[in-house]
């Protein structure tokens, strides 16, 4: 029993990738967005997309100038999910003005109409020529639908984005698993 017990939690810690309570990254390739600026000036990628390195030249996948401080993403996440996080990474160039952003305001929905929930951000990282990621933790929020409101700073109206991460609360029947074969454990010591 002891021997079945062990080989639960090395099974289940190799599936959760090691970290029995870490959150399920949501599929990239399900989630679909809008912009509040329809042009932009530079698109290579998708936001969504899986891939945010370092590298700050190619991978911004989205670069936006507008005429105001304020940009606003609508995310479909395909699904509905109760999330952890929100994980914007961004890509600072102090040599074109294109900083961090100074705010970033999410807010969640089930029906993609009525938002509620705010959790604001304000805590950023100006490292230069490089990706730089904020994780933004969120209340366990059931929802289909996030909107992110980027506010720029003042003298730099540039939007430099490389990808949103969306990761939700683990299952409760993983969890459970992971419990049993504690368990199983515990009852094997006694």
Same mark, same amino acid.
Request: glycine share 8%; aromatic share 12%; proline share 4%.
């Given at each position: 029993?002891?021997?079945?017990?062990?080989? @639960? /939690? /090395?099974?289940?810690?190799?599936?959760?990738?090691?970290?029995?309570?870490?959150?399920?990254?949501?599929? *990239?390739?399900?989630?679909?967005?809008?912009?509040?600026?329809?042009?932009?000036?530079?698109?290579?990628?998708?936001?969504?997309?899986?891939?945010?390195?370092?590298?700050?030249?190619?991978?911004?996948?989205?670069?936006?100038?507008?005429?105001?401080?304020?940009?606003?993403?609508?995310?479909?996440?395909?699904?509905?999910?109760?999330?952890?996080?929100?994980?914007?990474?961004?890509?600072?160039?102090?040599?074109?003005?294109?900083?961090?952003?100074?705010?970033?305001?999410?807010?969640?929905?089930?029906?993609?109409?009525?938002?509620?929930?705010?959790?604001?951000?304000?805590?950023?990282?100006?490292?230069?020529?490089?990706?730089?990621?904020?994780?933004?933790?969120? *209340?366990?929020?059931?929802?289909?639908? @996030?909107?992110?409101?980027?506010?720029?700073?003042?003298?730099?109206?540039?939007? &430099?984005?490389?990808?949103?991460?969306?990761?939700?609360? *683990?299952? *409760?029947?993983?969890?459970?698993?992971?419990?049993?074969?504690?368990?199983?454990?515990? &009852? &094997?010591?006694?």
């Amino acid at each position: 029993m002891k021997k079945l017990g062990v080989f @639960v /939690v /090395v099974i289940m810690a190799v599936v959760m990738g090691g970290n029995a309570f870490a959150g399920t990254i949501i599929n *990239p390739n399900q989630i679909g967005y809008t912009t509040s600026m329809g042009s932009f000036y530079w698109l290579t990628g998708d936001l969504t997309d899986g891939i945010a390195n370092a590298d700050w030249w190619d991978d911004t996948a989205w670069l936006g100038f507008g005429p105001s401080q304020y940009l606003t993403i609508d995310f479909d996440l395909g699904g509905t999910y109760t999330l952890d996080s929100v994980s914007p990474t961004y890509v600072v160039v102090s040599t074109w003005t294109q900083w961090a952003p100074v705010q970033i305001d999410l807010t969640f929905s089930n029906d993609g109409t009525n938002f509620g929930n705010l959790v604001t951000c304000t805590s950023f990282t100006n490292n230069d020529y490089t990706a730089n990621t904020v994780s933004i933790l969120v *209340p366990n929020v059931t929802c289909q639908y @996030v909107k992110a409101v980027l506010t720029s700073p003042a003298d730099a109206q540039w939007h &430099r984005l490389s990808e949103f991460t969306f990761t939700a609360v *683990p299952e *409760p029947a993983t969890i459970s698993l992971l419990g049993a074969g504690l368990l199983a454990l515990v &009852r &094997r010591k006694k």
